[in-house]
């Protein structure tokens, strides 16, 4: 855990330093759980968006965008639930004056206990070598057993107070576990209570609750208001899916974690429309097409996991999670939520206006069931982030080691594509050649140019921002017209003519080879 707390506090500082991510509105000490996204972050921010647009839109035939205003009318969250049945419970400490997520605190303390597991396996299979057997030995050793019984025990009582909103059942819980505070070690507790997430703001001039406005929590709601306009509009057939990214808002009640809660953040979001019945055939597809779209990325299996909902929300009747192991554990990255006919009705209902669907096949009009893909543009980031800085040791040409960060992202959605860089940074022929071939590139790539340093500092400070590749430009370039290529990862050098320079890096940086 020590270990784990050092690598994100690592991941933090790269973020700032390299400026991926700052804090916001820092001057003033920054505001609790709200982040800005630097030069670097924003392109890869935008890359992930684009990838997940391409592989939504772009490569599905039944699925088209939409970009909805993050206001909606306030009947809309009356309808969708939200008004009455968007809240985390939520604890104080009394004597710390802390506020916790009740639910966290004891999943936080299921963690432990799964942590406690974890221990025993590796402990056994360092006795036990290559005959080690995890299935048997989690099957067979008593401890192994009686944490695993005591986390099923907990999980399952938690998923009942929370899906009965019994708030006392949950205080109860935290009493009889002996939860402590983690800042404080007090086990004063105050009574749990909800807390409703949405933030609100007025319209215009009209006072009170006529005028209240809510920014939206989810984007999920903009796609469902407009279901029939899109369908219309574009004539399509179920199945089909409405896709959109855009920001939604939550007052979170712990802000923890750096951008994986956040009070401003960006979901997402592809609700497939489908006929009711066929709803177990889309989760399946859908589960499997969007963990297949996580590990093209080059995220690997063991990072990766399906989590089944113990506590489902009220609109569902199956859901899942996939999980990524970030450096604090395996938390929620994406939902996989089969959200049946619940919103579409709800909204019929509410405005007195049909949301019906007529099937040409069945000549019938019914609501359609949705499946619903929900992913954080910010935890996909974390996540990207985490997995790819790798602090390594490399070999010199003297065969001196030294050790270098280097952020190993997937080409295509690095944030620059290429670095040319003039072996000196005084020599006149080598800069306005660099320039040259960098003012040729950035027609094709975000690239950079940089002479402020040696080029051994350039190539670091490349590595640490994900570029792919580095051009150098050296005397022979001047003489034969070619520069050598640097791989960021192999740290292969490569020398080749300057005109193949631009196909060599776009059949790398393709964002066609994620999908292939
Ligand atoms: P959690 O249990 O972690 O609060 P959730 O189940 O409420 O998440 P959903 O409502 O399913 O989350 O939202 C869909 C996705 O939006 C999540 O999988 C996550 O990636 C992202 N997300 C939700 N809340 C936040 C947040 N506060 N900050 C950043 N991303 C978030």
Redesign the pocket.
Known sequence: MAEQNIQFKKLVAHCKEYGFIYQSSEIYDGLG?VYDYGPYGVELKNNLKDYWWRAMVQMHENIVGIDAAIFMHPKTWKASGHVDAFN?PLIDNKDSKKRYRADVLVEDYIDKVEGKINKEITKARKRFGDSFDEAQFRSTNPRVLANQEKMDTIAKRLATAMSEEDMEGLKNLIVELEIACPESGSRNWTDVRQFNLMFSTQLGNIAGEEGKLYLR??TAQGIFVNFLNVQKTTRQKLPFGIAQIGK?F?N?IVARQF?????E???M?MQFFIQPGTEMEWYNYWKETRLKWHKALGHPGEKLRFHDHDNL?HYANAAV??QFNFPFGF?????I?SRTDFDLNSHQELSGKKLQYFDPQTNESYVPYVLET???????FLATMSHALVEEEVTGAGGKTSTRDVLKLHPAIAPVKVAVLPLKRNEEGLVSKAKEIFNQLRFSFNCQYDDTGSIGKLYRRQDAIGTPYCVTVDFESLEDNTVTIRERDSLKQERVPIEKVESIVREKVDMKQLFI
Do not use: V, Y
């Not at 951008?259 to 009070?263: G, K, T, W």
């Not at 938390?331 to 939902?335: I, Q």
């Not at 929900?374 to 996909?380: A, L, P, V």
């Open positions: 759980a985390d929590p989810e939604a939550r979170e951008i994986f809660r956040m009070r953040f960006e979901q979001e929300a999670d996939i938390k929620e990255l994406e939902g939520h929900s992913i954080g543009c910010d935890r996909m």
